[in-house]
């Protein structure tokens, strides 16, 4: 069984389209969506519209944006840009769109009795991991030894070894990560949309669960189109700019 793992999309149908396209002729019988569909870019209704029409199984959870975005909660943790963006994209929303996030499941949530998917961390959709402590809290609450996560939109593997949890972050256009058996794992793909990693690639991971292997992917998109379609809705510039540094 293989699983596309997307996290992060934030309405970067640009992004989005590259990513569908480098996995048009692979193998997948899944597709698996840490969250944040929206939020951040221009094509909200478009991202969640191509992600529904991919003719595989799905299993989604919701994200922090995609809770304010629909009205779920007022957003009263964000920053005024993201706050700014997220009120754009509830007026942007199509009623279908919108009943859509309303639905996804929070996370976390189990996935054929193999792995864990979630938002933020497993305790919190919106906590981040970014290090060995972060990680630590989540292990010992985990019932499972494998939890793919988003949130901080930086690829990553935090490993939960006899000696304490070593922190990876992923590096490249191409990375073969081999799953050893009896260590535990929680494993970021990084964002679709939004890369913070100072690569400017669209990321994503494929994880083949017979082999036991994730492969971490980077794919150029046109950012150039996402940023200046995000000018021209009048969402904050800044938005825009961070796509060309990956940031
Ligand atoms: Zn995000």
Known sequence: MRYLILSDLHSNGEALSAVLSRVRRRAYDCVVVLGDFVGYGADPNDVIERVRRLRRRKVMVRG???????????????????LLAARWTTQMLTADSRQFLVE?????????????????????????????????WNFRSLGHDLCFFGHSHIPSVFTLEPDGIRVDVVRGRRQRWKLQPGRRY???PGSVGQPRDRNVAAAFAVYDADKGVVEF?????????AREKILRAGLPGALGDRLLIGA
């Open 64 to 82: 922090n944006h995609d809770r304010v975005a629909s009205g779920l909660d007022t957003g009263g943790i964000f920053n005024p840009v993201a």
């Open 217 to 225: 992917e980077r794919v150029a998109y046109d950012i150039a189109a």
């Open 104 to 136: 996804l499941p929070v996370g976390p949530i189990e996935v054929d009795g193999r792995f864990v998917i979630c938002h933020g961390s497993p305790l919190d959709e919106d906590a981040y991991i970014f290090s060995d402590s972060d990680a630590a």
């Open 186 to 188: 929680l494993i970021n």
